[in-house]
Antibody, heavy 118, light 110 residues
Framework: QVQLVQSGSELKKPGASVKVSCKASGYTFTTYAINWVRQAPGQGLEWIGWINTHTGIPTYAPGFTGRFVLSLDTSVSTAYLQISSLETEDTAVYSC???????????WGQGTLVTVSS | QSALTQPASVSGSPGQSIAISCTGTSSDIGSYNYVSWYQQHPGKAPKLMIYDVTNRPSGVSNRFSGSKSGNRASLTISGLQAEDEADYYCSSFTTNTTLVFGTGTRVTVL
């Protein structure tokens, strides 16, 4: 069955970096794009961007350019989200999701809580 | 890009029908039939309920239906049940080839 399994919670200090992983199984990884979504505590869903798993080319939402980097390692069917120069406002659950087509996200990872605090 | 606009909350009694609106612009909802709806229970991952405006993924109850007119989409839940109490989010593909989510709606079953 299709599964997206993410890495565990992270506690970071402001200014540090974090890399969240999303390992896919149960399907051919390069067939479907991977999207990343952020949800701050008590807030709604925010789309960070997506990465074409066939070409490795990422696309970012406005407001998520510069400090946010999407990447892949297709040899282990894993997508990554790296955030640099972390700010307290980056505290949120970060989730990966498979794009079945036309940005319909049919399978989601369990989410990774990133806490930024001094 | 601005988030799509949804009502903060909608409520209904068991068995009733409710509708959740999702208002966008000509750059998103108005340009494509690529509107999706997600259900999220507290502490859980979102679940795809509707895609391409009207389509239900396998396993999703036919009590959930979607529609669109112009720059506005809607999700209707008929025969409201206690298990439908959750947050609901719409999303749309945009002319900038990005995705935008709605502000979210809390559904309460009275």
């Amino acid at each position: 069955q299709v599964q997206l399994v993410q890495s565990g919670s992270e506690l970071k200090k402001p200014g540090a970096s974090v890399k969240v992983s999303c390992k896919a199984s149960g399907y051919t990884f390069t067939t479907y794009a991977i999207n990343w979504v952020r949800q701050a505590p008590g807030q709604g869903l925010e789309w960070i961007g997506w990465i074409n798993t066939h070409t490795g080319i990422p696309t970012y939402a406005p407001g998520f350019t510069g400090r946010f980097v999407l990447s892949l390692d297709t040899s282990v069917s894993t997508a990554y989200l790296q955030i640099s120069s972390l700010e307290t406002e980056d505290t949120a659950v970060y989730s990966c999701a498979r794009d079945q087509s036309r940005k319909a996200l049919d399978y989601w990872g369990q989410g990774t809580l990133v806490t930024v605090s001094s | 890009q601005s988030a799509l606009t949804q009502p903060a909350s909608v409520s209904g009694s068991p068995g009733q029908s409710i509708a959740i609106s999702c208002t966008g612009t000509s750059s998103d909802i108005g340009s494509y039939n690529y509107v999706s709806w997600y259900q999220q229970h507290p502490g859980k991952a979102p679940k795809l309920m509707i895609y391409d405006v009207t389509n239900r993924p396998s396993g999703v109850s036919n009590r959930f239906s979607g529609s669109k007119s112009g720059n506005r989409a809607s999700l209707t839940i008929s025969g409201l049940q206690a298990e439908d109490e959750a947050d609901y989010y719409c999303s749309s593909f945009t002319t900038n080839t990005t995705l935008v989510f709605g502000t979210g709606t809390r559904v309460t079953v009275l």
